[in-house]
């Protein structure tokens, strides 16, 4: 609705962001008690991001044009966040940090239980909504190990592999022919085999 175009004090968007702000009160970092929790506090982050989008555009983050200028602006942002929020935010970013284990994130974090040991599982689809949770997080200035994104990207470049029951297609490439100008490009056509991820894989003994 925010992306829409309805503002904060719209009263549908109160009363959901009055219950999501109150429903994660009781949080507890060495608990994973809400089912499902990777998604649903990856979806919460992104929504206070966007809640909060016009503290980041005053703050000067969405014209920062070094990385300096953008780690200023957003840390202003993280200081003037009202404190309950602040409180939330940092501590659902603590749960998904601390569910990293180098190889993606399952539904609920690596104390989960369930049958033929869940915790031992993970997915790319539980990964991508914690990464998108914490993108947001880092946007709103929580400190952040960023070395997690680092590592996520290059299990998921890892773990590409070329899909051997479908053959080459043609594709049309473009590439940047002159450095100094980056609008002059170079089309052709290239053979490329299509390429995939497995969902769903059992975490690397430890």
């Known amino acids: 609705l925010l992306s829409a175009g309805k503002k904060v004090d719209d009263p549908a968007l109160k009363s959901a962001i009055t219950m999501m702000r109150q429903s994660s ?3 507890r970092l060495s608990e994973f008690e809400v089912e499902s929790t990777v998604y649903s506090y990856g979806i919460a982050l992104m929504a206070m991001q966007k ?10 983050a ?8 953008y780690r200023t602006a957003v840390a202003k942002v993280w200081k003037g966040l009202p404190a309950a929020d602040r409180s939330l935010i940092g501590d659902m970013t603590a749960v998904l940090a601390k569910g990293y284990q180098g190889d993606g994130w399952g539904y609920t974090g690596p104390t989960q239980s369930g049958v033929d040991g869940a915790a031992s599982w993970f997915d790319n689809s ?6 998108l ?9 929580v400190p952040l190990d960023k070395a997690i994104f680092r590592k996520e990207v290059q299990r998921w470049l890892d773990s590409y592999t070329e899909d051997s029951t479908m053959g080459a297609v ?3 490439v473009f590439r940047r022919s002159d450095k100094k100008d980056s609008a002059r490009t170079t089309a052709g056509v290239e053979k490329s085999c299509p390429a995939k991820w497995e969902r769903t894989r059992r975490r690397r003994e430890s």
């Open 51 to 60: 809640i909060h989008e016009d503290a980041q555009a005053k703050a000067g």
């Open 25 to 27: 009160k009781d949080l």
């Open 170 to 172: 043609k594709v049309r």
């Open 133 to 141: 949770g914490l993108k947001a997080a880092s946007m709103l200035g």
């Open 126 to 131: 539980n990964s991508q909504y914690a990464l």
């Open 62 to 69: 969405f014209d920062a044009s070094t990385p300096d200028e």
